[in-house]
T-cell receptor, first 114, second 117 residues
Framework: KQEVTQIPAALSVPEGENLVLNCSFT??????LQWFRQDPGKGLTSLLL?????REQTSGRLNASLDKSSGRSTLYIAASQPGDSATYLC?????????????FGKGTLLTMNP | DTGVSQNPRHKITKRGQNVTFRCDPI?????LYWYRQTLGQGPEFLTY????????KSRLLSDRFSAERPKGSFSTLEIQRTEQGDSAMYLC???????????????FGSGTQLSVL
């Protein structure tokens, strides 16, 4: 059974810093990995999708890397801003078993300090 | 196109009542998913449709839950005889399935927050 873990569970950083969020998964047989953002009480916004054959994806200040063999992904946020405060979730679609659903981690709650 | 739309945004009900949620996916998307999220947890898969066919249901989906997607467009999720443990955010997502699992990107709605008193 695929399990996704995100560390840390919460992170508080000063504005302007570069930061890294971590995601690990137990089964390396995946189709893709996605990073989402969730604001309090709201739905999920897709940030980046990395296919299993790719090693990274970039969008603006965000860069996500994937090391499938070690079961790890990182989300790098450059020059953090107040609007970056949110919960960041990673999720994978596994290529074995139930390959139609996303398995999510519990998320990292990011709080920006002024 | 305004994305995935879910109604209502919030629903408060008494234990034992029936509730129904609606999801309108992105118009050209052929797959539609339902997830449930409780506080401090990531979303958990409930069920999904490809066009109008419901292809899989999670063990989380007891027989009090039923989902439909008539004509492969909007979907409804009904919970009968609600229990306090049903309180959660119910999220809908849609995607355009081209046969390439690696490239399937899900777009989520804002969710329906259910509170069972």
């Amino acid at each position: 059974k695929q399990e996704v873990t995100q560390i840390p569970a919460a992170l508080s950083v000063p504005e302007g810093e570069n930061l890294v969020l971590n995601c690990s998964f137990t089964d390396s047989a995946i189709y893709n990995l996605q990073w989402f953002r969730q604001d309090p009480g709201k739905g999920l916004t897709s940030l980046l999708l990395i296919q299993s054959s790719q090693r990274e994806q970039t969008s603006g200040r965000l860069n996500a890397s994937l090391d499938k063999s070690s079961g790890r992904s990182t989300l790098y946020i450059a020059a953090s801003q107040p609007g970056d405060s949110a919960t960041y979730l990673c999720a994978v679609i596994s290529s074995g078993g139930s390959n139609y659903k996303l398995t999510f981690g519990k998320g990292t709650l990011l709080t920006m300090n002024p | 196109d305004t994305g995935v739309s879910q109604n209502p945004r919030h629903k408060i009900t008494k234990r034992g009542q029936n509730v129904t949620f609606r999801c309108d996916p992105i118009s050209e998307h052929n797959r539609l998913y339902w997830y449930r999220q409780t506080l401090g947890q990531g979303p958990e898969f409930l069920t999904y449709f490809q066009n109008e066919a419901q292809l899989e249901k999670s063990r989380l989906l007891s027989d009090r839950f039923s989902a439909e997607r008539p004509k492969g467009s909007f979907s409804t999720l009904e919970i009968q005889r609600t229990e306090q443990g049903d309180s959660a955010m119910y999220l809908c997502a849609s995607s355009f399935w081209r046969g390439d699992r690696g490239g399937e990107k899900l777009f989520f709605g804002s969710g329906t927050q259910l509170s069972v008193l």
